[in-house]
């Protein structure tokens, strides 16, 4: 069962990117009943805090009844900067002033939260793949590779992508969508924020890097628990947060057991 909602998702992205464009929703993402009632944070910096945006609940159509995930929605807040990553069922109601999307799957692309997030002056950065799903809402496409300053909030965009191939051998996340990673400069703090990778070459060239989330536990749609830990044992920051993952499934303990005991692992929500 360890697997099963990497499978799954896996799955359901190839039966989309197949059938892309029939207007069929294959999954659907809902508030999951074990979400903590007080959002978990962690300080990253005297001025920097990284908060969960909460646990919501995954159900794939045909293929599996529902199964709780550990997303990686988050809000990064300065002292005068307000950052949400992938914002998916947000219970938050302050406005941001910069929302990044890595890609456009439905658990890291909502549009009525990025609605709800949104205020006079939120840009939205992203991949060239989600805005066309945009609109007219204000945006910035960046490529990977691409890195800039933004008022105090400093970008470098990395290339997010599947190694290996599925069924029809097609990949979940190709890296000719150019999805993306990023590194995430605030007050001093550096935040790696993967989005849906495998470890790619282009992640060992991170560096001084303070928080690094990391997807684990599919082996499918991302990394494994046990690439990611290894990646982390390269990077050495000094916090280490999993993400991605099915509650329940111990792979985030898994995860605390095989990261160096020099860097910290906060794991901001298991089973309640």
Same mark, same amino acid.
């Given at each position: 069962?360890?697997?099963?909602?990497?499978?799954?998702?896996?799955?359901?992205?190839?039966?989309?990117?197949?059938?892309?464009?029939?207007?069929?929703?294959?999954?659907?993402?809902?508030?999951?009943?074990?979400?903590?009632?007080?959002? @978990?944070?962690?300080?990253?910096?005297? @001025?920097?805090?990284?908060?969960?945006?909460?646990?919501?609940?995954?159900?794939?159509?045909?293929?599996?009844?529902?199964?709780?995930?550990?997303?990686?929605?988050?809000?990064?807040?300065?002292?005068?900067?307000?950052?949400?990553?992938?914002?998916?069922?947000?219970?938050?109601?302050?406005?941001?002033?910069?929302?990044?999307?890595?890609?456009?799957?439905?658990?890291?692309?909502?549009?009525?939260?990025?609605?709800?997030?949104?205020?006079?002056?939120?840009?939205?950065?992203?991949?060239?793949?989600?805005?066309?799903?945009? &609109?007219?809402?204000?945006?910035?496409?960046?490529?990977? &590779?691409?890195?800039?300053?933004?008022?105090?909030?400093?970008?470098?965009?990395?290339?997010?992508?599947?190694?290996?191939?599925?069924?029809?051998?097609?990949?979940?996340?190709?890296?000719?969508?150019?999805?993306?990673?990023?590194?995430?400069?605030?007050?001093?703090?550096?935040?790696?924020?993967?989005?849906?990778?495998?470890?790619?070459?282009?992640?060992?060239?991170?560096?001084?890097?303070?928080?690094?989330?990391?997807?684990?536990?599919?082996?499918?749609?991302?990394?494994?628990?046990?690439?990611?830990?290894?990646?982390?044992?390269?990077?050495?920051?000094?916090?280490?947060?999993?993400?991605?993952?099915?509650?329940?499934?111990?792979?985030?303990?898994?995860?605390?057991?095989?990261?160096?005991?020099?860097?910290?692992?906060?794991?901001?929500? @298991?089973?309640?």
């Amino acid at each position: 069962m360890r697997h099963l909602f990497g499978h799954v998702a896996a799955t359901t992205s190839l039966i989309s990117a197949l059938f892309i464009g029939s207007g069929c929703t294959l999954m659907s993402v809902t508030r999951s009943p074990l979400r903590d009632p007080v959002p @978990q944070s962690v300080q990253l910096a005297d @001025q920097v805090l990284l908060t969960s945006t909460g646990a919501v609940n995954v159900y794939v159509m045909f293929l599996v009844d529902h199964q709780d995930l550990f997303p990686s929605s988050v809000k990064v807040e300065s002292s005068d900067k307000v950052i949400f990553v992938d914002p998916v069922l947000v219970d938050d109601a302050v406005k941001a002033d910069y929302i990044f999307i890595t890609h456009p799957h439905d658990d890291h692309l909502s549009l009525p939260d990025i609605d709800r997030l949104s205020g006079p002056h939120t840009l939205i950065i992203c991949p060239a793949v989600v805005a066309t799903q945009l &609109g007219d809402r204000r945006h910035r496409v960046v490529e990977p &590779g691409e890195a800039a300053d933004l008022d105090g909030v400093r970008f470098e965009a990395i290339p997010s992508y599947n190694t290996r191939t599925m069924f029809l051998g097609i990949a979940p996340h190709p890296r000719a969508d150019k999805h993306l990673s990023y590194v995430l400069e605030v007050d001093g703090a550096r935040i790696f924020h993967p989005g849906d990778t495998d470890r790619v070459p282009e992640l060992s060239d991170l560096a001084d890097i303070h928080a690094a989330l990391m997807p684990i536990g599919s082996g499918d749609l991302t990394m494994s628990t046990r690439d990611a830990a290894e990646l982390v044992n390269e990077l050495k920051p000094r916090i280490a947060i999993p993400v991605h993952y099915a509650l329940g499934t111990g792979e985030a303990d898994t995860f605390r057991e095989l990261v160096d005991p020099g860097i910290e692992v906060v794991v901001l929500q @298991q089973k309640r």
